[in-house]
């Protein structure tokens, strides 16, 4: 089964500052995806950014960037320079690949993200 | 302009009444699911569909029932055994191969039983 774990219900950053909201996954499939979202207040979801489990390099997308450990089964994103557009609710997500797999598409509980001025 | 729409926007439904949400995709994804997001909650899969005519229950099925007659459309159906339904519905589609397989999402709909 597979299982996404954010421990950290809510962080608080002061703007202009790094964050890294943390995010654990377990699961059995050899091939998966893993991503982030950030939804507003306003409730939509905001896809952010995506890490395949066999890239060998950490994604980066602008202000955004993925730690990914494998080993660890960690996949924690880091926001630079953080703006008060920023805060928001964040979620990470994971879902497995390849052919003849399940596409189950599952979510953690969320952080949510707090920039102060 | 390619996406995902649900609609109604808010709905409003009486106890012991059914009611269905419409979510429909112009993206060609194969993939498309529905979740549940209480308030300030996570968002828990209720049924999901990889092809036309065919769908799995997710991790919170009981109440609610789904079609897939068109690769488009994954209507989803909130019926009166579901004991608590006021919460807000997101459905989201994807392709089902690739490397890059993100989730694209309405705009949600929120139901309230009155």
């Known amino acids: 089964a597979q299982k996404i774990t954010q421990t950290q219900p809510g962080m608080f950053v002061q703007e202009k500052e790094a964050v890294t909201l943390d995010c654990t996954y377990d699961?059995?499939?050899?091939?998966?995806?893993l991503f982030w979202y950030k939804q507003p207040s306003s409730g939509e979801m905001i896809f952010l950014i995506y890490?395949?489990?066999?890239?060998?390099q950490n994604a980066t997308e602008g202000r955004y960037s993925l730690n990914f450990q494998k080993a660890r089964k960690s996949a924690n994103l880091v926001i630079s320079a953080s703006q008060l557009g920023d805060s928001a609710m964040y979620f990470c997500a994971m879902r497995p690949q390849g052919g003849g797999s399940n596409y189950k598409l599952t979510f953690g509980k969320g952080t949510l993200l707090t920039v102060n001025p | 302009d390619g996406g995902i729409t649900q609609s109604p926007k808010y709905l409003f439904r009486k106890e012991g009444q059914n009611v269905t949400l419409s979510c429909e995709q112009n993206l060609n994804h194969d993939a498309m699911y529905w979740y549940r997001q209480d308030p300030g909650q996570g968002l828990r899969l209720i049924y999901y569909s990889q092809i036309v005519n065919d769908f799995q229950k997710g991790d919170i099925a009981e109440g609610y029932s789904v079609s897939r007659e068109k690769k488009e459309s994954f209507p989803l159906t909130v019926t009166s055994a579901q004991k608590n339904p006021t919460a807000f519905y997101l459905c989201?589609?994807?392709?089902?191969?690739?490397?890059?397989?993100?989730?694209?999402f309405g705009q949600g709909t929120r139901l309230t039983v009155v």
């Open positions: 699961t059995s499939d050899p091939s998966y995806g």
């Open positions: 890490q395949g489990s066999y890239d060998q």
């Open positions: 989201a589609s994807s392709m089902w191969q690739g490397g890059r397989t993100e989730a694209f």
